[in-house]
């Protein structure tokens, strides 16, 4: 069983920054995608930024395109969503997510293709 493991969550001010960390439990370039989604109260659960994990491709919504950065560490088998000039409707909690299933870039955003997921960490952005 995969375990996915976010963090660096908070509440911030508009303009601010975070940096969200996503910890894996195995080896990630043994899978072929990860990404962030995030889900505000009452809205579906949307596609913000994916990266191939077996290389360097990244794929950005255009709401965070500019803004969000994402990246991996095989090391620590990592991946990171560094969040800048940050708005209050980025608010949402922010999940990490990863598959085993090749994908291309576009694909990187549609939920329905991760199958690991983790609990989630809350981004609370006030103006």
């Known amino acids: 069983q995969v375990r996915l493991v976010e963090s660096g969550g908070g509440s911030v001010q508009a303009g601010g920054s975070l940096r969200l960390s996503c910890a894996a439990s195995t080896d990630i370039s043994s899978f072929s995608y990860m990404a962030w989604f995030r889900q505000a109260p009452g809205k579906e659960r949307d596609g913000v930024a994916a990266i191939n994990t077996r290389g360097r491709d990244t794929y950005y919504d255009d709401s965070v395109k500019g803004r969000f950065t994402i990246s991996h560490d095989y090391i620590k088998n990592t991946v990171y969503l560094q969040m800048n000039s940050l708005k209050p409707e980025d608010t949402a909690m922010y999940y990490c997510?990863?598959?085993?299933?090749?994908?291309?870039?576009?694909?990187?955003?549609?939920?329905?293709?991760?199958?690991?997921w983790g609990q989630g960490t809350q981004v609370t952005v006030s103006s």
């Open positions: 997510a990863a598959t085993i299933v090749p994908l291309t870039a576009i694909q990187g955003l549609d939920r329905l293709r991760y199958t690991n």
